[in-house]
């Protein structure tokens, strides 16, 4: 035997199963778990991520209605810049209303895709019956609204810490007096 014979024999040779882990992806993000058998879930993870991107771009409207909403409030009193009596701003909810809607598209969209994954298996695959012999009754379900309801769960978080964030600025841009 070769001095490279021995190596690979023995384990230290270059083996392409080294830096695998079984299959799976290692660390938290699975697809396998998320997705139907062989589907390629890379495009709808990116016209997710596009289509939240798009929702979050057009919330940032937000500041420009803060940005009038508090400009109201002031007047300019011999070059200075001062709070007019009496004067109320616009209450949070009215100046948020309507942000919330650009994110319809993104929940459409996931909606959309969990009947798309149930589909995927009538056409993509033709594994629909197999699925359903599978001792884990709920797999197929499982597997059609996983990645979809992980979309969404994670879109209503970013949603929810983007108006938390909104509602804080509002709180320090509009004084304590002219709030309604």
């Given at each position: 035997?070769?001095?490279?014979?021995?190596?690979?024999?023995?384990?230290?040779?270059?083996?392409?199963?080294?830096?695998?882990?079984?299959?799976?992806?290692?660390?938290?993000?699975?697809?396998?778990?998320?997705?139907?058998?062989?589907?390629?879930y890379?495009?709808?993870?990116?016209a997710?991520?596009?289509?939240?991107?798009?929702?979050?771009?057009?919330s940032?409207?937000?500041?420009?209605?803060?940005?009038?909403?508090?400009?109201?409030?002031?007047?300019?009193?011999?070059?200075?810049?001062?709070?007019?009596e009496?004067?109320?701003?616009?209450?949070?909810?009215?100046?948020?209303?309507g942000?919330?809607?650009?994110?319809?598209?993104l929940?459409?969209?996931l909606?959309?895709?969990?009947?798309?994954?149930?589909?995927?298996?009538?056409?993509?695959?033709?594994?629909?019956?197999?699925?359903?012999?599978?001792?884990?009754?709920w797999?197929v379900?499982k597997?059609?609204?996983?990645?979809?309801?992980?979309?969404?769960?994670?879109?209503?978080?970013?949603?929810?810490?983007?108006?938390?964030?909104?509602?804080?600025?509002?709180?320090?841009?509009?004084?304590?007096g002219?709030?309604?």
């Open positions: 035997m070769t001095e490279t014979d021995e190596r690979s024999l023995c384990g230290g040779g270059h083996s392409k199963q080294k830096g695998r882990t079984g299959g799976k992806q290692a660390g938290l993000w699975k697809p396998e778990i998320y997705f139907p058998p062989g589907y390629g890379e495009e709808e993870r990116n997710a991520i596009l289509l939240m991107g798009l929702g979050t771009g057009l940032l409207l937000f500041f420009m209605s803060l940005h009038q909403a508090a400009e109201v409030l002031y007047e300019y009193r011999d070059g200075e810049r001062v709070l007019r009496g004067a109320v701003a616009a209450s949070f909810g009215k100046l948020v209303s942000h919330w809607g650009l994110y319809v598209p929940f459409l969209f909606t959309a895709m969990m009947v798309y994954h149930y589909i995927y298996y009538f056409r993509g695959t033709r594994s629909i019956y197999l699925m359903r012999r599978l001792p884990g009754r797999t379900l597997s059609c609204v996983a990645g979809p309801l992980l979309g969404m769960g994670l879109a209503a978080a970013a949603l929810t810490l983007l108006y938390l964030t909104y509602y804080g600025l509002y709180l320090l841009v509009i004084p304590v002219c709030r309604p």
